[in-house]
């Protein structure tokens, strides 16, 4: 079954405490991002890869780290996480031959405290 | 300004209306539109996708495109309850058919 996978679901952490938010697509796509989901002002592009180390920052890339080391594998980094990140993340994969359709993960809702 | 606007809504209508959901964006270089759909708790999912003006129809939904005016919409027949969800609007640019997001509007369908 085609799927991007994120893995925690659910994570709380503290202030500073370093996490690392997994992202994995069984479709061999070029291009991954990440998302952040907040009320009111949608959905914000973090960082997106092209391919294999290949990464560039979106909309709102402050605090975040992102690298692309295999295809198929896309982590977001937190160094040092602060309150005003905790959000619903979201980690995309599409193929762009031509193909615009943007498979998403579950989701990852992080709370930091 | 935005490069792609849309109402958050939410937009509350009786099982079996026709809805209406709506976005305006300003970036001339958009030539694929595309719709999500949010359901709660979950991620995005495609529901429909649109090349350059004209309208697409797919069973209950129809997109349409008016590039002149930059107005992309989509219409639901019939709705149903399941149709419960946020719809995003997100065009694209030919070149790197990376789709920039609207906020989504929030339908609900009451029985």
């Known amino acids: 079954e085609a799927q991007v996978t994120q893995n925690p679901r659910y994570l709380i952490t503290v202030t500073g405490k370093k996490l690392t938010v997994t992202c994995s697509q069984n479709?061999?796509?070029?291009?991954m991002s990440w998302y952040r989901q907040d009320p009111g002002l949608g959905l914000r592009q973090i960082y997106y890869?092209?391919?294999?180390?290949?990464?560039d920052k979106g909309d709102v890339p402050e605090g975040y780290k992102v690298s692309r080391k295999e295809k198929r594998n896309f982590p977001l980094i937190l160094e040092s996480p602060s309150p005003n990140q905790t959000s619903l993340y979201f980690c995309?994969?599409?193929?762009?031959?031509?193909?615009?359709?943007?498979?998403f993960g579950q989701g990852t809702r992080l709370t930091v405290v | 300004q935005k490069e792609v606007e849309q109402d958050p809504g939410p937009l509350s209508v009786p099982e079996g209306a026709i809805v209406s959901l709506n976005c305006t964006y300003s970036?001339?270089?958009?030539?694929?539109f595309m719709w999500y759909r949010q359901y709660s708790r979950k991620g995005p999912e495609l529901l429909m996708y649109?090349?350059?003006?004209g309208n697409k129809e797919d069973g209950r939904f129809t997109a349409q495109v008016d590039k002149s005016s930059k107005y992309i919409s989509l219409f639901i027949r019939d709705s149903q309850p399941s149709d419960s969800a946020t719809y995003l609007c997100?065009?694209?640019?030919?070149?790197?058919?990376?789709?920039?997001f609207g906020r989504g509007t929030s339908l609900i369908v009451h029985p």
């Open positions: 995309a994969s599409s193929s762009y031959a031509g193909n615009t359709e943007a498979f």
């Open positions: 479709m061999n796509h070029e291009y």
């Open positions: 890869s092209m391919n294999v180390e290949v990464t």
């Open positions: 970036n001339s270089a958009f030539q694929y």
């Open positions: 649109t090349y350059s003006s």
């Open positions: 997100a065009p694209a640019s030919g070149g790197s058919y990376i789709p920039t």
